[in-house]
Every structure is written in C-alpha cells, then in structure tokens.
C-alpha cells in the first residue's frame, strides 16, 4: 500500500543515514508555513546516483547544525530488504510528486 511504501522509506532513510525522527518528519502546521521548503526535507534534497549504488541526501536542519548550514549526507545502497535506495526509489516510482513536495507525506 502507499502508506507502507512512505513508511518502508521513511524508516531506511532514518535508520541508514543515523538521523532523528524529527530532521524528517513535520506537523500539519509546520507544513502550512511558507518556511517549510527552506527548513524541511522535500523530494529535491535526495539524489539517487545513476548507477543506483548510492544517493545525497540534504539535511536542511538538524539539532546538531548550531550554525544551521546545513548538511550532505551520501548513503550506500545495501542490496537487501532495507536498502535504503531501493526503498526511496519505490516510494518516488509509486507516488511521483514535485520535487518541492514533502519528502514524505
């Protein structure tokens, strides 16, 4: 289903790249804010490699960013069942959106 292909995503995401619950989620409000692209993850801020074997991801914020920059992150692709390439790929065939759009909805 959509919401286990968002959630299968969200969670390899989360676990591959060591990140906080909170970098990558967002309350309704939070999404109402016209800041929301700007301190929020979207679907621009992951870039899957060509050959599939990694992607970029873009931590706009984080608690541990005390001069808020910013940060790149690259993460391997692991070939198995929480490969987190595999799994944002899937997300991003099954539901396309603007790459403005939230990375997970």
């Known amino acids: 289903s959509p919401a286990d292909i968002t959630l299968d995503a969200a969670f390899c995401l989360a676990f591959a790249g060591f990140l906080r619950m909170g970098e990558i989620t967002y309350t309704d409000k939070q999404r109402s ?42 993460i391997a692709a692991t070939y198995d069942n929480v490969c987190p390439i595999a799994a944002m790929t899937r997300l991003f065939t ?10 997970f909805t």
Not at 94 to 103: E, F, G, I, T, V
């Open 33 to 74: 804010e016209h800041s929301f692209a700007a301190t929020k993850v979207t679907r621009s801020d992951v870039k899957i490699s060509s050959s599939g074997d990694h992607m970029t991801f873009r931590l706009k914020r984080s608690k541990a960013d005390k001069h808020k920059e910013g940060v790149q992150i690259t």
């Open 94 to 103: 099954s539901n396309p959106q603007a790459p403005s759009a939230p990375l």
